[in-house]
Nanobody
Protein backbone atom coordinates (compact mmCIF):
# COMPACT_ATOMS: atom_id res chain seq x y z
CA UNK A 1 0.00 0.00 0.00
CA UNK A 2 1.35 3.38 -1.07
CA UNK A 3 0.17 6.63 0.44
CA UNK A 4 0.73 10.00 -1.19
CA UNK A 5 0.69 13.35 0.56
CA UNK A 6 0.53 16.50 -1.56
CA UNK A 7 1.14 20.13 -0.73
CA UNK A 8 1.93 23.45 -2.35
CA UNK A 9 -1.24 24.37 -4.20
CA UNK A 10 -2.83 27.75 -3.93
CA UNK A 11 -3.88 30.93 -5.67
CA UNK A 12 -1.36 32.81 -7.78
CA UNK A 13 -1.42 35.57 -10.36
CA UNK A 14 -0.64 34.90 -14.00
CA UNK A 15 3.11 34.85 -14.51
CA UNK A 16 3.75 33.69 -10.98
CA UNK A 17 5.18 30.46 -9.65
CA UNK A 18 4.22 27.59 -7.40
CA UNK A 19 6.10 24.54 -6.20
CA UNK A 20 4.11 21.36 -5.59
CA UNK A 21 5.37 18.52 -3.44
CA UNK A 22 4.22 14.93 -3.14
CA UNK A 23 5.68 12.44 -0.70
CA UNK A 24 5.15 8.70 -1.18
CA UNK A 25 5.41 6.12 1.57
CA UNK A 26 5.01 2.36 1.72
CA UNK A 27 6.63 1.55 -1.63
CA UNK A 28 8.82 -1.56 -1.75
CA UNK A 29 10.25 -1.31 -5.28
CA UNK A 30 12.71 1.23 -6.65
CA UNK A 31 11.57 0.61 -10.22
CA UNK A 32 8.85 3.19 -10.38
CA UNK A 33 7.80 6.44 -11.97
CA UNK A 34 6.18 9.35 -10.24
CA UNK A 35 3.92 11.56 -12.28
CA UNK A 36 1.81 14.66 -12.17
CA UNK A 37 -1.62 14.97 -13.75
CA UNK A 38 -4.17 17.72 -13.69
CA UNK A 39 -7.90 17.96 -14.18
CA UNK A 40 -9.96 21.06 -14.78
CA UNK A 41 -13.73 21.13 -14.20
CA UNK A 42 -15.56 19.30 -16.97
CA UNK A 43 -12.37 18.03 -18.58
CA UNK A 44 -10.52 14.73 -18.64
CA UNK A 45 -7.48 14.10 -16.53
CA UNK A 46 -4.42 15.38 -18.37
CA UNK A 47 -0.83 14.21 -18.20
CA UNK A 48 1.64 16.87 -17.05
CA UNK A 49 4.99 15.26 -16.30
CA UNK A 50 6.69 12.10 -15.08
CA UNK A 51 10.08 11.19 -13.67
CA UNK A 52 12.00 7.99 -12.99
CA UNK A 53 15.58 6.81 -12.82
CA UNK A 54 15.64 7.05 -16.62
CA UNK A 55 14.82 10.74 -16.70
CA UNK A 56 11.85 13.02 -17.06
CA UNK A 57 9.20 13.83 -19.63
CA UNK A 58 6.75 16.69 -20.09
CA UNK A 59 3.53 17.43 -21.87
CA UNK A 60 3.95 19.97 -24.65
CA UNK A 61 1.64 22.38 -22.87
CA UNK A 62 4.01 22.77 -19.92
CA UNK A 63 7.43 22.08 -21.41
CA UNK A 64 9.78 24.98 -20.76
CA UNK A 65 7.68 26.29 -17.89
CA UNK A 66 7.43 23.36 -15.48
CA UNK A 67 10.25 21.31 -14.00
CA UNK A 68 9.85 17.95 -12.31
CA UNK A 69 12.39 16.67 -9.81
CA UNK A 70 12.63 14.18 -7.00
CA UNK A 71 14.38 13.52 -3.75
CA UNK A 72 14.97 9.77 -3.67
CA UNK A 73 15.95 9.75 0.00
CA UNK A 74 12.57 11.20 0.93
CA UNK A 75 10.54 9.48 -1.81
CA UNK A 76 9.27 12.90 -2.77
CA UNK A 77 8.53 14.41 -6.16
CA UNK A 78 8.31 18.12 -6.89
CA UNK A 79 6.76 20.15 -9.64
CA UNK A 80 8.16 23.64 -10.04
CA UNK A 81 5.65 25.66 -12.03
CA UNK A 82 6.81 28.96 -13.50
CA UNK A 83 5.17 31.46 -15.83
CA UNK A 84 1.77 30.19 -14.81
CA UNK A 85 -1.20 30.86 -17.05
CA UNK A 86 -4.93 30.87 -16.28
CA UNK A 87 -5.28 27.70 -18.35
CA UNK A 88 -3.05 25.95 -15.82
CA UNK A 89 -5.88 26.19 -13.31
CA UNK A 90 -6.81 22.67 -12.24
CA UNK A 91 -6.61 20.13 -9.50
CA UNK A 92 -3.13 18.63 -9.65
CA UNK A 93 -2.62 14.98 -8.73
CA UNK A 94 0.54 13.04 -8.09
CA UNK A 95 0.66 9.33 -8.80
CA UNK A 96 2.95 6.29 -8.81
CA UNK A 97 3.41 3.83 -11.68
CA UNK A 98 5.53 0.69 -11.67
CA UNK A 99 7.06 1.43 -15.04
CA UNK A 100 10.10 3.32 -16.24
CA UNK A 101 9.19 4.16 -19.84
CA UNK A 102 7.70 7.61 -19.22
CA UNK A 103 4.09 6.49 -18.79
CA UNK A 104 1.56 9.15 -19.74
CA UNK A 105 -1.66 7.17 -19.52
CA UNK A 106 -3.31 7.54 -16.11
CA UNK A 107 -4.37 3.89 -16.32
CA UNK A 108 -0.71 2.95 -15.82
CA UNK A 109 -0.58 4.64 -12.43
CA UNK A 110 -1.57 2.50 -9.50
CA UNK A 111 -1.64 4.95 -6.61
CA UNK A 112 -2.94 8.50 -6.49
CA UNK A 113 -2.93 11.40 -4.12
CA UNK A 114 -6.01 13.39 -3.21
CA UNK A 115 -5.06 16.34 -5.38
CA UNK A 116 -4.21 19.95 -4.67
CA UNK A 117 -5.95 22.95 -6.18
CA UNK A 118 -3.96 25.37 -8.31
CA UNK A 119 -5.75 28.54 -9.34
CA UNK A 120 -4.14 31.11 -11.62
CA UNK A 121 -5.85 34.47 -11.89
CA UNK A 122 -5.58 36.70 -14.94
Amino acid sequence: QVQLVESGGGLVQAGGSLRLSCAASGRTSNNYSMGWFRQAPGKEREFVSTISSKGSYYADSVKGRFTISRDNAKNTVFLQMNSLKPEDTAVYYCAVAYALGYPTNPLNYKYWGQGTQVTVSS
